[in-house]
């Protein structure tokens, strides 16, 4: 790391430099205000040792101007001039300590390493922001249909306004994903904080949104702070909020409101900054209309209405959300990059998803998981995902849509297979003498449906024409 040492002091900054290079450090020396400058147009040091009375002017002076060039520079201020006024003047322009003439060495390498600390703790946490920020930026989502991208120009107009957001959508479409697009990209400071409030009973999603005193209830041995508190400055995102009881309802709508929280069990109450961002899969509509949704608060969080569409609905972005999850499940899971058979690809495209994006990368998670070559192939997809949704039944009526009665047919065929080849180890001939079929005819249809490796295939031949 590199230090900076400005003390007119010549064996001083001597002294400092041999201690301080014993300890690793790349050390440079100015005399005076105009020397420290110079040294810090060319370079950027990690901690700067200042003295607070220089030859040519006051160290407060360079201090400032650090601060104001890079903040993440750590300095502490030497003197031999003590008084309170000039300590609190320092810390106030930011100095990270003060400490005084004549000082103990080893009470500076304290203070020293502290500062260091700190200093790699907000470079850290700069680090965390920025890869969090990349990662949740707009163009890190997938989606290139026409939908998606409506919905990303929304989101990026409403981003760096406070208005309250409520997202809709199935389970498992993003609508969490998209809640911290728009925190990361509101320039607001605090954290993301997200709760699911069906998750909890009433008493528990109180405490947990608005904290308690100690004793409030029984097993409150302790004040605890709420989550809009932990949000200040930041957002709350209100996961499934369509699942809260009315008289939940109403304590929100007065948080809405008034931007005001009171703990269980106080009369005080907090003022707070906070983005509220709600997300439900219920038609909130509907729910208004049955008396299970007030509709007051239905008003008050949507200000800004974000629907998301099923993927049954964005079929074009499937190709490329697999993609993404295969490489990040190979990637997760220590095994080469792997590749998509086309028949696999075509089951994935045909399956309606009832669970949307999340069902997607579990289902992928589960093939790379599962599958020793390197290519995924319809072995290793779920029987659902195969039969495209459902067995077809002659009891149920036509769809108004109509069916592909060729592809439901050998959807089924495939699964039969599938299962005849469990059943007998993966040996096609008794597989086949199970379904009533030639062993020729299974062997087309297996290497058609891509069923069994290869090399499988090749040694059951040469039996059969063994046997012959």
Same mark, same amino acid.
């Given at each position: 790391?590199?230090?900076?040492?400005?003390?007119?002091?010549? @064996?001083?900054?001597?002294?400092?430099?041999?201690?301080?290079?014993?300890?690793?450090?790349?050390?440079?020396?100015?005399?005076?205000?105009?020397?420290?400058?110079?040294?810090?147009?060319?370079?950027?040091?990690?901690?700067?040792?200042?003295?607070?009375?220089?030859?040519?002017?006051?160290?407060?002076?360079?201090?400032?101007?650090?601060? $104001?060039?890079?903040?993440?520079? $750590?300095?502490?201020?030497?003197?031999?001039?003590?008084? =309170?006024? @000039?300590?609190?003047?320092?810390?106030?322009?930011?100095?990270?300590?003060?400490?005084?003439?004549?000082?103990?060495?080893?009470?500076?390498?304290?203070?020293?390493?502290?500062?260091?600390?700190?200093?790699?703790?907000?470079?850290?946490?700069?680090?965390?922001?920025?890869?969090?920020?990349?990662?949740?930026? +707009?163009?890190?989502?997938?989606?290139?249909?026409?939908?998606?991208?409506?919905?990303?120009?929304?989101?990026?107009?409403?981003?760096?306004?406070?208005?309250?957001?409520?997202?809709?959508?199935?389970?498992? =479409?993003?609508?969490?994903?998209?809640?911290?697009?728009?925190?990361?990209?509101?320039?607001?400071?605090?954290?993301?904080?997200?709760?699911?409030?069906?998750? %909890?009973?009433?008493?528990?999603?109180?405490?947990?949104? +608005?904290?308690?005193?100690?004793?409030?209830?029984?097993?409150?041995?302790?004040?605890?702070?709420?989550?809009? !508190?932990?949000?200040?400055?930041? =957002?709350?995102?209100?996961?499934?909020?369509?699942?809260?009881? =009315?008289?939940? !309802?109403?304590?929100?709508?007065?948080?809405? !409101?008034?931007?005001?929280? #009171?703990?269980?069990?106080?009369?005080?109450?907090?003022?707070?900054?906070?983005?509220?961002?709600?997300?439900?899969?219920?038609?909130?509509?509907?729910?208004?209309?049955?008396?299970?949704?007030?509709?007051? %608060?239905?008003?008050?969080?949507?200000?800004?209405?974000?629907? %998301?569409?099923?993927?049954?609905?964005?079929?074009?972005?499937?190709?490329?959300?697999?993609?993404?999850?295969?490489?990040?499940?190979? @990637?997760?899971?220590?095994?080469?990059?792997?590749?998509?058979?086309?028949?696999?690809?075509?089951?994935?495209?045909?399956?309606?998803?009832?669970?949307?994006?999340?069902?997607?990368?579990?289902?992928?998670?589960?093939?790379?998981?599962?599958?020793?070559?390197?290519?995924?192939?319809?072995?290793?997809?779920?029987?659902?995902?195969?039969?495209?949704?459902?067995?077809?039944?002659?009891? +149920?009526?036509?769809?108004?849509?109509?069916?592909? *009665?060729?592809?439901?047919?050998?959807?089924?065929?495939?699964?039969?297979?599938?299962?005849?080849?469990?059943?007998?180890?993966?040996?096609?001939?008794?597989?086949?003498?199970?379904? #009533?079929? @030639?062993? #020729?005819?299974?062997?087309?249809?297996?290497?058609?449906?891509? *069923?069994?490796? #290869?090399?499988?295939?090749?040694?059951?031949?040469?039996?059969?024409?063994?046997?012959?």
């Amino acid at each position: 790391m590199d230090l900076l040492i400005v003390d007119d002091e010549a @064996s001083l900054r001597d002294f400092l430099s041999i201690v301080f290079e014993e300890d690793g450090w790349r050390v440079e020396m100015a005399a005076t205000l105009d020397e420290g400058r110079a040294v810090l147009q060319k370079d950027e040091p990690d901690l700067v040792l200042c003295d607070l009375m220089l030859p040519d002017g006051s160290g407060l002076e360079l201090l400032r101007e650090i601060k $104001a060039q890079n903040p993440s520079i $750590a300095v502490i201020m030497i003197t031999a001039h003590t008084s =309170t006024k @000039s300590a609190v003047e320092a810390l106030k322009a930011g100095a990270f300590d003060y400490i005084a003439k004549p000082f103990d060495i080893d009470e500076l390498k304290i203070i020293v390493r502290k500062a260091v600390e700190r200093k790699e703790l907000e470079d850290e946490n700069l680090h965390l922001r920025s890869a969090l920020e990349e990662k949740f930026t +707009f163009a890190n989502i997938i989606g290139r249909s026409a939908r998606m991208q409506e919905i990303f120009s929304i989101v990026q107009r409403i981003a760096k306004t406070s208005s309250t957001v409520l997202i809709s959508g199935e389970s498992g =479409t993003g609508k969490e994903l998209i809640a911290r697009a728009i925190h990361y990209n509101s320039g607001r400071r605090g954290k993301f904080v997200s709760i699911n409030c069906g998750a %909890l009973p009433e008493n528990l999603l109180e405490s947990e949104l +608005f904290g308690h005193e100690r004793g409030a209830f029984t097993g409150a041995i302790r004040e605890k702070r709420g989550l809009f !508190q932990e949000a200040e400055r930041g =957002t709350i995102f209100l996961d499934e909020i369509g699942e809260t009881t =009315t008289a939940m !309802q109403i304590k929100l709508l007065r948080v809405l !409101q008034d931007r005001v929280v #009171r703990k269980v069990g106080s009369n005080i109450e907090t003022q707070i900054d906070v983005r509220v961002i709600a997300a439900t899969n219920r038609d909130l509509a509907e729910s208004i209309k049955a008396g299970t949704f007030r509709e007051d %608060l239905f008003y008050r969080i949507n200000v800004i209405p974000i629907e %998301l569409p099923a993927l049954r609905q964005r079929t074009e972005d499937i190709p490329l959300l697999v993609e993404h999850f295969i490489a990040k499940y190979c @990637s997760n899971l220590g095994v080469p990059q792997k590749k998509i058979s086309t028949d696999a690809m075509r089951a994935i495209e045909k399956y309606h998803w009832p669970g949307n994006v999340r069902e997607l990368e579990n289902v992928i998670e589960r093939m790379i998981a599962l599958e020793t070559s390197d290519v995924l192939t319809t072995k290793s997809l779920p029987e659902a995902v195969l039969l495209g949704g459902s067995i077809p039944d002659v009891t +149920f009526d036509l769809p108004p849509d109509g069916i592909s *009665l060729q592809d439901h047919l050998e959807a089924i065929g495939k699964i039969f297979m599938m299962k005849a080849l469990e059943r007998t180890g993966g040996v096609q001939t008794q597989a086949a003498e199970l379904l #009533r079929m @030639s062993f #020729r005819s299974f062997r087309y249809y297996a290497k058609k449906y891509d *069923l069994i490796p #290869r090399e499988g295939k090749q040694e059951e031949i040469m039996e059969v024409e063994n046997k012959k």
